[in-house]
């Protein structure tokens, strides 16, 4: 069965350590995206990513990075810089092009710093 | 700037009534809307879309209805079932833009039986 896999499902760190989140897909999507999701809020896009080997800035990418280095992979660190980490992070893939497909979501990673 | 508002965070509904669920935009540019379906601890599923050369969009129970001069959608699910309670989240998409999707806030509906 093809589909998002992220993992670890739950993820404790200590203040002033990075930390990487890891997004794998087996559905061939171009397209790969990482949003953060806070109580009350809806979904922040931190990066994305149309292609391998290239990524763009979302709306709070400070204090996060990635890399694009396979097709399938995708994954997140979350830096030290980052003010307030804890949250629900969901990466997600797309068909690129004009198919509006909509998005498939991973299941989500909860990070909490302690 | 939130440029697509899901005004209500919560809606409760009896079971086999109708659901109405409703998003606003303010962005003209958005011509495909879409509704992602979340339960708590899993990542959104896809529920429906519509272009904006429609105004209504019918997948079993769940309808989407566009109304461009208004920058107004809704979603709804007749009859409504328990298993419909989660997060409802309102997306938007430009297809002059890279294809990124803006997401509203989110609406927690729950069914009671």
């Known amino acids: 069965d093809g589909g998002i896999t992220q993992s670890p499902k739950y993820l404790f760190r200590k203040e002033g350590q990075n930390v990487t989140l890891s997004c794998e897909q087996n559905?061939?999507?171009?397209?790969m995206y990482w949003y953060r999701q806070d109580p009350g809020q809806g979904l922040r896009l931190i990066y994305y990513?149309?292609?391998?080997?290239?990524?763009q800035k979302g709306d709070i990418a400070e204090g996060y990075s990635v890399s694009r280095e396979k097709k399938e992979s995708f994954p997140l660190t979350v830096t030290s810089a980052q003010k307030n980490p804890t949250a629900f992070y969901l990466c997600?893939?797309?068909?690129?092009?004009?198919?509006?497909?909509?998005?498939?979501f991973g299941s989500g990673t909860r990070l909490t710093v302690v | 700037d939130q440029q697509v508002k899901q005004n209500s965070p919560s809606l409760s509904v009896q079971e086999g009534r109708i659901s109405i669920l409703n998003c606003d935009y303010t962005n003209s540019m958005f011509d495909y809307f879409l509704w992602y379906k979340k339960y708590p601890a899993e990542g959104p599923t896809f529920l429906i879309s519509?272009?904006?050369?429609?105004d209504k969009n019918e997948d079993g129970r769940f309808t989407v209805f566009l109304n461009k001069s208004a920058k107004h959608l809704s979603l709804h699910i007749v009859p409504s079932q328990p298993g419909d309670s989660a997060v409802y989240f309102c997306?938007?998409?430009?297809?002059?833009?890279?294809?990124?999707?803006?997401f509203g806030s989110g609406t927690q509906l729950t069914v009671l039986p």
């Open positions: 997306a938007a998409a430009s297809s002059g833009s890279a294809r990124q999707l803006t």
């Open positions: 997600a893939s797309s068909v690129s092009g004009q198919d509006y497909a909509g998005y498939t």
């Open positions: 990513s149309q292609i391998v080997n290239d990524f």
């Open positions: 559905l061939n999507h171009d397209a």
């Open positions: 519509i272009s904006s050369i429609k």
